[in-house]
C-alpha cells in the first residue's frame, strides 16, 4: 500500500495492480488474480484470464490507474536467469515466456547485478505489453489511465519508482 499512498490513491479507489506478472483488479478492499502474467495483446489467447481481468478492469470498472509491482528476490526472474529448478511444460515454461523480451540477458554483469538487472526489466517489459491493448494506449494518451511501475525489496522495505525509465527510491 506505500506505493499507493506515494500515488496518492486513496482505500476504496479502483486500480489494477500486475505482481510479478500476476495481474489483481482489485477496489483495494477485494482483489482477484488471474492465472498468468501480464502478455501482450498479441499473446492475449494464451493468457486470456489475464487479459479477461486487466480488460473487465479498465472497460467497466474504468480504473485510472495500473500499478506494475515487481520485487527484489522474485522467482520467476531467478527462474529466468538461472533455469527453472522443476520442467513445467504445461504452465511454468509459458509464463517465463512472458518475459522473453529480457532476452538476450547481458553477460557483463555478475549474478547479483543480473538478477537486479531483470527484476527492473520485467516491470518495464510488463508495462510495454500492457500499452499493447489499445484500449489501455487509448485511455493513457487521453489521459483516463495511468501506468505506474515499482519494484519492492520485501526483506529491506524499500520501495522504487520507475521514472523516466529508472527506477528511484
Not at 46 to 67: D, F, K, P, Q
Not at 132 to 150: K, N, Q, S, V
Amino acid at each position: 500500500f506505500a506505493a499507493l499512498a506515494i500515488l496518492g490513491i486513496s482505500y476504496g479507489a479502483p486500480l489494477i495492480a500486475v505482481v510479478a506478472m500476476k495481474p489483481i483488479a482489485a477496489d483495494l478492499g477485494t482483489a482477484r488474480s488471474g492465472p498468468a502474467g501480464a502478455g501482450s495483446a498479441a499473446g492475449a489467447a494464451s493468457a486470456n484470464g489475464t487479459s479477461a481481468a486487466i480488460e473487465y478492469a479498465v472497460r467497466v470498472l474504468s480504473v485510472s490507474r495500473i500499478v506494475v509491482m515487481g520485487h527484489v528476490q522474485c522467482g520467476g526472474i531467478q527462474a529466468i536467469v538461472d533455469g527453472s529448478p522443476i520442467p513445467g511444460p504445461d504452465f511454468v515454461e509459458s509464463w517465463l515466456k512472458l518475459a522473453d523480451g529480457l532476452k538476450p540477458l547481458p553477460t557483463h554483469l555478475d549474478h547479483a547485478h543480473l538478477l537486479d538487472h531483470c527484476e527492473k526489466g520485467v516491470v518495464k517489459l510488463s508495462l510495454a505489453n500492457l500499452r499493447t491493448f489499445p484500449w489501455i494506449a487509448e485511455r493513457e494518451d487521453g489521459g483516463t489511465l495511468m501506468l505506474h511501475g515499482f519494484r519492492f525489496g520485501i526483506a529491506s522495505g524499500k520501495l522504487e519508482r520507475l521514472e523516466n525509465g529508472h527506477f528511484a527510491a
